[in-house]
């Protein structure tokens, strides 16, 4: 009687198994090869578009309709976890990918941006996360977005998250080692919006701008 009732619950989820199957060949495909938002959204509005407009014209429905959706919707969801692209005003896209292997000849960069984090102070290092608001890269200003994972050797007092700083520091992208079974950190990171790291070689090369304001504060918690 068991296995009649496990094989009729099987087969009342049976409709559902292409929907499932859509959804998870999306967070597949989407770890593989990463879609702008732009893209991204008019992907899922067309396939919403699709079962509307059968609905409106009072065609005959079909189940597989919605299946489309089901595949975008995997799409967005594995987004903030994939290997994601870095757009031209991204923090990112300023790093120089030449000379990673000596600090010396590791560019430094000029950086404004607000801290987004508490500041924590193990002994040795401060670390916290800046959401970035400009660089300066070859003389030049400009304006990016994207988190940092600042570490800075030393201990930043009076600096709280909120307030806006200025900091002279390296930078590098984050990765993994490639074992097996790893901790993800580069996927942890970005879950929490930082897509770079960087290194201050001393509390003297980061200065506060302005204070935190109170209604700033949540908005820095947030980011």
């Known amino acids: 009687m068991s296995r009649d009732f496990s094989t009729g619950k099987i087969l009342q989820l049976a409709p559902l198994m292409p929907v499932f ?11 593989w090869y990463p879609l702008s938002l732009s893209l991204l959204y008019a992907l899922i509005a067309l396939t919403i578009l699709l079962p509307a407009l059968a609905f409106i014209q009072c065609w005959r429905f079909s189940f597989f309709l919605i299946v489309p959706m ?3 919707l995997g799409l967005l969801f594995i987004g903030p ?3 994601g692209l870095t757009p031209p ?3 990112a896209a300023s790093i120089s990918e030449g000379g990673e292997s000596g600090r010396q000849s590791r560019p430094l960069y000029d950086i404004t941006g607000q801290v987004a984090s508490e500041p924590l102070f193990t002994g040795r290092y401060t670390r916290f996360n800046v959401s970035t608001r400009s660089i300066i ?6 304006k990016v977005a994207g988190g940092v994972r600042l570490t800075v050797r030393g201990e930043t007092r009076g600096i709280a998250r909120g307030d806006v700083v200025r900091f002279l520091g390296y930078l590098k992208r984050p990765h993994n080692f490639g074992n097996p ?3 993800n950190y580069v996927r942890w990171l970005r879950v929490r919006g930082v897509e770079a790291l960087g290194s201050v070689r001393s509390p003297r090369w980061i200065i506060r701008l302005h204070r935190a304001r109170a209604g700033l504060l949540s908005t820095s918690a947030r980011a």
């Open 70 to 72: 089901f595949f975008s």
């Open 89 to 91: 005003g991204h923090i």
């Open 137 to 142: 890269v070859k003389g030049r200003r400009r």
């Open 81 to 83: 976890y994939g290997p």
């Open 21 to 31: 199957i859509a959804f998870g060949l999306g967070i597949i495909v989407g770890g």
């Open 181 to 183: 079974g790893e901790f």
